[in-house]
């Protein structure tokens, strides 16, 4: 997963406002009384919220299984002239010698890419371990709804003159598998016709009902665990598609 899909990640999130999305997650610190001035994000991809909250002052660094995405934040942050800091890790196998951590935060799906739950429960008292006391842990999943009714087995494409895309999704219980196929522009051919490469990746996801999440949480050792649902501070409706967890040390 995250191989040579990394190339093309950017241009399909091209609609994504990760600005908004780092918002959103400072406001959350906020309702918590968070006081943060120190991040490690987990499956921070191509860097888009490291960069955001980079912008915004915070010291952050960033870590994910992808080399391939990791370097896309590379040559990001070079492009904008910023340092980050990034590691090449499992986030379930946690290597990180930096404790009191104020805030760990994990944005759009890393733990659904998580499909068991002692590899989650792995991952959670880790961050525990890392945080300080009264340190914040922000993460947000795609919802049980997203996964099983819009994900469900449906089909999506787009067809674009630089990359195009056919995402066939099998679902089964709570496993979400989703088959990509991509043909991306490479250049033209004498006559000015287009020649595009064809790759294909598999993605496997977990839907997570919110309760098992929250349990885990407390398995982990956090406390005053809460669901908001979407872009808001409320809670989760039955049609939420994405939730975001917040949990204290
Ligand atoms: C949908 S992308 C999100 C990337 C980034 N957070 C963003 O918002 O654009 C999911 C990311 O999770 C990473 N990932 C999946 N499983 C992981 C694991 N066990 N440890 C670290 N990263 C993981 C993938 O490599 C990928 O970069």
């Known amino acids: 997963m995250y191989g040579n899909f990394a190339a093309v990640y950017d241009f399909l999130m091209r609609d994504v406002d990760y600005k908004k999305w780092a918002e959103h997650i400072e406001s959350i610190m906020k309702k918590k009384n968070s006081e943060v001035k120190n991040i490690l994000e987990l499956a921070c ?3 888009n919220l490291t960069i955001e909250f980079t912008k915004k002052g915070y010291d952050i660094a960033g870590i994910d299984i992808s080399v391939e995405m990791l370097e896309e934040a590379r040559k990001k942050a070079k492009r904008e002239k910023l340092e980050l800091v990034l590691l090449n890790q499992d986030m379930t196998e946690l290597d990180f010698d930096l404790y009191d951590l104020d805030c760990v935060v994990c944005g759009c799906d890393g733990y659904n890419y998580v499909l068991d739950d002692e590899k989650i429960l792995n991952s959670f008292s880790t961050v525990y371990d890392i945080l300080k006391p009264g340190g914040i842990f922000i993460f947000d999943i795609s919802s049980e709804y997203k996964l099983r009714e819009i994900l469900g087995d449906n089909t999506f494409t787009e067809v674009n003159d630089e990359v195009s895309y056919i995402w066939e999704n ?8 989703m088959d990509l196929t991509f043909f991306v522009k490479q250049k033209e051919d004498e006559f000015g016709e287009s020649l595009y490469r064809r790759f294909e990746e598999t993605h496997v996801q977990r839907a997570y009902e919110i309760y098992e999440i929250k349990d885990l949480l407390a398995s982990a050792g956090f406390d005053d665990v809460e669901a908001f649902g979407d872009f808001t501070l409320d809670s989760p409706e039955g049609d939420s598609e994405r939730i975001f ?5």
Do not use: R, S
């Open 245 to 249: 967890f917040a949990a204290k040390k």
């Open 170 to 177: 099998f679902t089964e219980e709570d496993i979400c598998q």
């Open 45 to 47: 991809g191509t860097g």
